[in-house]
Nanobody, 124 residues
Framework: QVQLVESGGGLVQAGGSLRLSCAAS????????VGWFRQAPGKERQFITA????????YYADSVKGRFTISRDNAKNTVYLQMNSLKPEDTAVYYC?????????????????WGKGTLVTVSS
């Protein structure tokens, strides 16, 4: 069983940056793809980005492409989400996820593990 714990959320002004982290515990996410979903108030959960174990393949939703960057440090069992040029519409709870199949296209291959989420609020 993999436990995922997010950190780094908070309040930021529009145009600012935040970096989210997600640490795995219990067992490592060795060989897994990892990524991030988000859920804004009153909206459905949205898959935004993922990266394969080697880092060779990534996926970004159009809404974050060019502004967000996912990376991972397998030695530290940690994945990061660097968020730049933040907009009020980026306000959401951000969830770290992992996929045993090592597929970055989690909208098709699904998610096996979820974190509890961290809140990001972008003020205008």
């Amino acid at each position: 069983q993999v436990q995922l714990v997010e950190s780094g959320g908070g309040l930021v002004q529009a145009g600012g940056s935040l970096r989210l982290s997600c640490a795995a515990s219990g067992r490592t996410f060795s060989g897994y793809a990892v990524g991030w979903f988000r859920q804004a108030p009153g909206k459905e959960r949205q898959f935004i980005t993922a990266i394969t174990w080697s880092g060779g393949n990534t996926y970004y939703a159009d809404s974050v492409k060019g502004r967000f960057t996912i990376s991972r440090d397998n030695a530290k069992n940690t994945v990061y989400l660097q968020m730049n040029s933040l907009k009020p519409e980026d306000t959401a709870v951000y969830y770290c996820v992992a996929n045993r199949r090592n597929k970055e296209t989690m909208q098709y291959y699904g998610v096996d593990y979820w974190g509890k989420g961290t809140l990001v609020t972008v003020s205008s």
